[in-house]
């Protein structure tokens, strides 16, 4: 079987909760069998610039709704990420460090190897320029 690509998420929360709704959304996106969580570490700074951390194996405590999703977490996100993140991060914010593989791609990366052709480049484009180019389209007749 084809591994689908895997990508690197970082979902912040300004507020510092992080909310139960990602957990719900990246639940029903694994039952669905769209995604496979592959690691997931939460991220937290605190007013004066310290970054405490919680793997996925260890949010019973503070994330309930994370613990009800069906992965197969565990540590290749490092401590080199974690770092990257929490340089970035504002105090007083929390961040979700997600890798999922994209199992909804996995036949597409299939088809590629068995035909010889190769995926040169990919990039995920923001939202709110996606939302604005396509606002900018005229309305279909």
């Keep these: 079987m084809t591994t689908g690509p895997v990508e690197y998420l970082v979902v912040?929360?300004?507020d510092g909760n992080v909310s139960d709704e990602l957990a719900l959304a990246l639940g029903d996106?694994?039952?669905k069998k769209v995604i496979r969580l592959l690691d997931a570490v939460v991220l937290t700074k605190d007013a004066s610039g310290e970054v405490d951390t919680v793997e996925f194996d260890e949010l019973d405590d503070?994330?309930?709704s994370f613990t009800e999703i069906d992965a197969q977490v565990g540590g290749l996100i490092g401590s080199e990420d974690i770092s990257f993140v929490g340089d970035d991060l504002d105090p007083g914010a929390a961040a979700v460090?997600?890798?999922v593989e994209d199992l909804w791609a996995a036949p597409l990366a299939s088809a590629l190897d068995r035909s010889g052709g190769l995926l040169i480049e990919g990039a995920r484009i923001?939202?709110?320029?996606?939302?604005a180019a396509t606002a900018a389209?005229?309305?279909a007749s």
Excluded: I, T
């Design 137 to 139: 389209l005229p309305a």
């Design 62 to 64: 503070d994330l309930p």
């Design 126 to 131: 923001q939202h709110d320029l996606v939302e």
């Design 97 to 99: 460090l997600l890798l």
């Design 29 to 31: 996106l694994v039952d």
């Design 12 to 14: 912040a929360f300004p």
